[in-house]
């Protein structure tokens, strides 16, 4: 039986990691093309991820989760034999600096030189107002969630908090007037995270 289906796009580079690492343990995972071109797929991308990214994986659970980095992890914890987690606790946070500059740095410069000499539009936000309408997607998205949880992964605080309370200190600082105004859901569970001990 499958454990779940990972929706994304053919090629895409956030993916074939995700199901190298299933298929080497053995995690059967049905896979589904997005067509950029079809209406209906993007519908359905959408209603699963707001922000109309791949890939998402929704397991046979139905469990969503979205964000490469997030869903490698947990495809490679479903066996808990392996060590494609590193087998020490330093291992592991090896394995998520480089899965993380991957994600955040290597593929865009790739994508970067790549993509306009295929003729295709840059992924990377070209200018302010890309980044302005970026930052509206996020909070939305951050927004609707902190709506129905306490904290980003449920009722207690974790990395996932801390992580991105502190990179949202400067924008908070800059656009807290907006936040307060649209997202003050997203400004009182900042205020919250970032007043705790561990800020100071």
Known sequence: MSFGTLYTHNPNPRSFGIIA?????????????IDRNNKEDQKKLHGLNPLDQVPVFVGS?????????????????????NTLLGSTRKDYYNI???????????????????LPLLGLPLAVRKNTQDCLR????????????LQNSKYLAGDEVTLA????????????????????????????????????????
């Open 134 to 145: 970026a930052l509206h997607a996020d909070c939305k998205l951050l927004e609707t969630h």
């Open 61 to 81: 659970d139905g469990f969503v989760l979205t964000e490469c980095v997030a869903i490698a992890l947990y495809i490679t914890s479903q066996n808990p034999e």
């Open 21 to 33: 690492v299933a298929k080497s343990l053995g995690v059967e995972l049905d896979i589904v093309y």
């Open 96 to 114: 998520l600096k480089w899965l993380s500059l991957a994600n955040s740095d290597l593929l865009p410069a790739i994508g970067g030189i790549i």
């Open 161 to 200: 908090d801390f992580f991105t309370a502190g990179t949202m200190v400067f924008g908070v600082m800059v656009f807290h007037a907006m936040l307060r105004e649209k997202y003050p859901r997203l400004l009182e569970w900042f205020l919250e995270v970032h007043g705790m001990p561990v800020f100071k």
